[in-house]
């Protein structure tokens, strides 16, 4: 067997070391490398996740904003009608006042004239 020199030797040894220290960076490199690239994709999953609830909230806001404006103009409408009717029976209470204001202190006519008076003469003489 060959004996080597002290040289050699060294020459060796340090050979191993910088294979030695060239795999462990790129085991650590590897490794780092994973470690990032599967983060990264649970970062991706989450933000799908959020970007998904997001338009579903935005959509659901939407709709119901739309929900709420379609009320809101059937309510009005409503109000547009009863205001019409309300206005219509005012003016026709009024026109109702007005008559019979007239019809009591109007000229020589009496409420009997447009209202009968009830059949007491017939109670009476049964």
Not at 105 to 111: D, I, K, Q, Y
Request: glycine content about 4%; proline content about 2%.
């Amino acid at each position: 067997m060959k004996n080597y020199t002290i040289q050699e030797r060294f020459f060796v040894f340090l050979g191993l070391i910088c294979l030695g220290t060239w795999f462990t960076g790129y085991y650590h490199h590897y490794k780092w490398d994973k470690q990032i690239q599967e983060s990264m994709h649970k970062s991706e999953e989450i933000a799908e996740k959020h970007v998904a609830h997001s338009m579903t909230k935005s959509m659901a806001i939407d709709h119901w904003k739309a929900m709420y404006l379609g009320q809101k103009g059937y309510s009005q409408m409503l109000e547009k009608q009863v205001d019409v009717i309300n206005d219509y029976w005012s003016k026709e209470n009024s026109k109702l006042r007005d008559e019979l204001f007239d019809l009591k202190h109007g000229n020589n006519r009496t409420l009997d004239a447009i209202i009968p008076p009830k059949d007491n003469d017939s109670d009476q003489t049964k």
